[in-house]
């Protein structure tokens, strides 16, 4: 925001007070408007500083003047502006309506009949030119002053080319089209918030009037518009236009509704010193009309010294807060309650006021050694799993990615283990084909390793904890709207995917039970698909993607993915652990060759064996599978590591060949299965 020095003496004497350029900059910058430069353009000074975004009131010169009023303590003087009216009415000859009161709440229009269009006086040429805005004619001057003056956006129109006199707020229509005044057409969408007449758009809010409205040097009556349009639709209508502008600017950070009708009188009564003409009298106005009120905010002033660490007296914040516009409500000891001025949206908590106390009495009034109170926390279990999850995947030599929340359909559809749940999309997105909240991270780590592919990091070994959406949350617990999930893809075997699985949940939740069942998603290869459950629960999936999804991303080899509930691994999380001795008997394992059924999963032999090993079997480990000629058809072979200890004595042979004899029994009697010789 660059303002003119001049300018600001016009509403706070800082000159008379013998107040330099440099320290005005120095104490704005101290408050929170910092300088990016200042440098004299003819006799007055430009300064140009960084406003904060929550901060729209300070996007004009009274604001920027109303802060230097504060830091000075100096009055404040802002033009009364009581144009004069003479005319008939406005609304005699002009009708205005909204049709879309959540994209534009207020709108204000006034009429001045009979104007002169011609060069602005050297004045106010000078004012713009120092700012760096170009003089067009005086009407369109005086609203760019106004603007700036004030930080409220105005347009004014060619009333005599409003086709029957109307005005309409409207959603733009299929197919519309529009000529701005840069000259350049645009195609409107249907999301879009314009400004029509009783034919066509003649601007789109917020952001640039038409072509065919402007004013001109023929331009005999003026209609000067002042409203507020919803940020969020000014910003996705300038974002898909790709058309900014200084309007468009401040509507996306709001403005203040009450200033509405203040930059309305302003405007007319600089037009009708500049420009001459009659104002009509009285303002044409639709929409809801000022908002309510903001809600009080309680200060308690022991809050603060505890959060600056030094003690600014009761009175001092009651003064500061009230020379910055605040209304005192209430007070008493200990705290005070004020209600926030309408061009301060951003003022809604305590803290917001211990920042504003904190800024105007002098950051660098705080000494660097300022003793601020210490509070002992510790690391949420949220925290703890986290950390566990990265540190865990990292030791395991993968590294963690960070993706956009957003996915096209197409990306959506490359990994669904939810099967046909809706995607929860986005109206107004400015990456309009990217606009669903995805409801797995795998197809975004898919398009990532691509990516590194392309880049020449071949077999990019990624993993990310992120949330997916999987509904709108209306009414459901955060926990399923929108669950936290850990995911990993790897170049590495399904084996190995699922090791690194189990390891992760042996070191979190190592009492926990972690079962695998077979998953037939149509992602995954045949046989190469698992879902986990955890104590019971659903926990996840893993597998080793089919062709057909690798080569929709064009990836070079075959990947392994897995997606896991952080929620539950939470749940499980054992923070305190029971540590057992190193055993000091010897460990006696023996290697089992079962020949089974196809149909027979590995968690199924492993609960068999278990239950069948005894007290003495403390171990089941997977140890090779096979397929080949000497496996009969429809069957398979797996190897068995069991490991049997006893913790008192050194087992004998026959001790464990007892219960070899029984895991080999209760295989036989309940899986069919075969000892290969």
């Given at each position: 925001m ?37 440098h004299p ?11 904060t ?11 920027v003047?109303r ?7 100096l ?23 909204i ?12 009429l ?8 602005s ?10 700012i ?7 009407v ?18 060619d ?15 299929a197919?519309?089209?529009i ?11 249907e ?40 940020s969020l ?14 309007s ?25 010193q ?5 104002l ?20 308690r ?16 914040c ?11 409500v ?7 309650a004020?209600?926030?001025?309408s ?9 917001d ?5 904190a ?11 300022a003793?601020l109170?210490?509070?002992a ?59 669903q ?26 993993f ?7 509904s ?12 936290t ?5 790897s ?16 070191r979190?939740?190592?009492?926990a ?6 998953c ?36 070079e ?11 539950l ?16 008997f010897?460990?006696?394992s ?20 278990t ?52 895991i ?14």
């Open positions: 660059i303002v003119s020095q001049d300018w600001l003496n016009q509403y706070v004497e800082l000159s008379k007070a013998g107040i330099s350029v440099e320290q005005l900059t120095d104490r704005l910058t101290m408050s929170g408007l910092n300088l990016e430069e200042f353009v003819g006799n007055d000074v430009a300064i140009d500083v960084e406003v975004s929550n901060r729209p009131d300070c996007l004009g010169h009274i604001g003047a802060e230097a009023a504060v830091l000075f303590d009055p404040l003087n802002i033009p009364a502006a009581e144009p004069s009216a003479s005319g008939k009415a406005a609304y005699s000859d002009f009708r205005l309506s049709e879309c009161p959540d994209l534009c709440p207020e709108y204000h229009a006034r001045i009949r009979g104007v002169r269009i011609g060069p006086p050297a004045w106010l040429v000078d004012r713009l030119s120092a760096g805005v170009n003089s067009v004619n005086n369109v001057d005086v609203t760019n002053y106004v603007m700036m003056e004030c930080g409220q956006p105005l347009h004014a129109f009333f005599d080319k409003l086709k029957d006199k109307t005005i309409v707020v409207r959603r733009a229509k197919g519309e089209k000529t701005a005044i840069d000259q350049k057409q645009y195609a409107l969408s999301e879009m918030c314009v400004i029509a007449d009783a034919e066509m758009p003649v601007a789109v809010a917020g952001v640039m009037g038409g072509l065919d409205t402007e004013i001109s040097d023929s331009t005999v009556n003026v209609l000067i518009e002042t409203a507020s349009f919803a639709s000014v910003r996705s209508t300038a974002r898909s236009l790709k058309l900014h502008s200084p468009s600017y401040r509507f996306e950070r709001k403005v203040d509704r009450r200033n509405l009708d203040w930059a309305s009188r302003r405007c007319c009564e600089l037009i009708l500049i420009a001459g003409g009659e009509a009298e009285g303002s044409v106005v639709a929409g809801e009309g000022p908002p309510a009120d903001a809600q009080p905010v309680t200060l002033f022991s809050k603060v010294t505890e959060l600056l660490g030094i003690v600014i007296t009761p009175n001092e009651v003064s500061i807060l009230s020379r910055l516009g605040l209304e005192l209430s007070d008493n000891e200990t705290s005070a004020f209600k926030p001025p061009w301060r949206q951003d003022l809604t908590r305590e803290c006021l211990i920042e504003e106390v800024r105007i009495h002098g950051y660098d009034q705080i000494p660097t050694d003793t109170p210490v509070v926390t510790c690391r949420t279990t949220r925290e703890r799993v986290l950390d566990g999850i990265r540190s865990h995947f990292a030791s395991c030599g993968m590294y963690e990615a960070l993706t956009l929340s957003f996915v096209s359909e197409d990306q959506r559809q490359l990994f669904k283990p939810r099967g046909t749940m809706e995607a929860v999309a986005v109206s107004h997105s400015s990456r309009s084909h990217e606009n909240l995805r409801q797995s991270l795998i197809p975004s780590l898919l398009q990532c390793r691509r990516q590194n592919e392309r880049h020449g990091t071949v077999n990019a070994e990624l990310e904890i992120a949330k997916v959406y999987l709108a949350g209306q009414g459901e617990p955060e926990r399923q709207a929108e669950p999930m850990v995911s990993f893809v170049g590495r075997s399904f084996a190995a995917g699922k090791g690194l699985v189990e390891t992760l949940v042996a979190l939740a190592p009492n039970v972690l079962t695998t069942e077979p037939e998603a149509p992602e995954f290869a045949a046989g190469r698909g698992a879902a986990f459950r955890l104590n019971g629960q659903a926990f996840g999936w893993i597998g080793e993607l089919d062709r057909q999804v690798t080569d929709a991303v064009d990836l080899d075959a990947v392994t993915i897995a997606e896991l509930d952080v929620h691994l939470e749940d499980t999380f054992e923070l305190h652990r029971l540590y057992t001795p190193i055993p000091r010897p460990v006696i023996r290697d089992l060759n079962f020949v089974v059924s196809e149909s027979i999963t590995w968690s199924k032999l492993v609960t068999t064996v239950s069948a090993g005894g007290s003495l079997l403390k171990s089941v480990d997977f140890n090779g599978q096979y397929r080949g000629k000497q496996i009969e058809t429809g069957c398979k072979s797996y190897v068995v590591t069991c490991r049997f200890l006893a913790e008192d004595r050194t087992l004998t042979a026959d001790e464990v060949d007892l219960s070899v004899n029984a080999i029994a209760a295989c036989a009697s309940d899986l069919s299965a075969k000892l290969r010789a």
